[in-house]
């Protein structure tokens, strides 16, 4: 019975989550103002600090990745990378990689993409016309949640904005590095926890 409802308890959390990356990468563009350009823009926030870590372990929740229509962002290769990536940050402050059963705080991602269009509007005073540009780009996001493992309570999370520009696995590799890395640069060490 604990179990289930702990699934259940999960599941909503997860539901939750799901909801407010999709709001966030709709509203990106607007708020950030990136249009068309490679501009990635990164945030992190400590959501609720409180003593949770002793032994500075975690362990893999939940990933999620973007539909079928963005092939580019499928695959293990991706998945991977962002276990790389996480691993060696959290490694860097001093936490392990244990068993689910074990960890003391849980690591989710959330990868979600959409198509966006921009119409650039430009007037030119010599010939006195308008001329109209349309721009369509994907837009991507990534999103870390660290969850304390006992009551799945949010603890930190970081996001990440920005276009995809090219769909070869080494470019996007080498973007999810960079989101992640500029992530955890100001990441509060499991002592703040």
Not at 162 to 168: A, C, K, N, S, Y
Request: aromatic share 8%; net charge negative; charged share 25%.
């Amino acid at each position: 019975m604990y179990d289930d409802r702990r699934v259940q308890r999960r599941d909503g959390i997860r539901a939750r989550q799901a909801r407010i990356v999709t709001r966030l990468l709709v509203s990106a563009p607007l708020l950030l103002g990136l249009g068309a350009c490679s501009t990635m823009n990164v945030h992190s926030e400590l959501i609720q600090p409180g003593p949770i870590s002793q032994n500075g372990t975690y362990a893999w929740g939940q990933g999620t990745l973007p539909g079928d229509d963005y092939p580019a962002l499928q695959g293990d290769f991706v998945e991977q990378t962002i276990h790389d990536a996480v691993d060696a940050a959290l490694g860097g402050h001093g936490f392990n990689l244990v068993p689910a059963t074990d960890a003391e705080v849980l690591v989710d991602f959330h990868m979600v993409a959409s198509e966006q269009y921009e119409t650039i509007t430009s007037y030119h005073e010599e010939t006195r016309t308008e001329q109209k540009r349309e721009y369509t780009y994907t837009q991507g996001a990534l999103v870390i949640d660290i969850l304390r493992a006992s009551d799945d309570a949010l603890l930190w999370r970081g996001t990440a904005f920005g276009v995809v520009e090219r769909q070869e696995p080494a470019w996007i590799r080498n973007r999810i590095r960079e989101a992640v890395t500029k992530m955890f640069a100001d990441f509060p060490g499991r002592d703040v926890f």
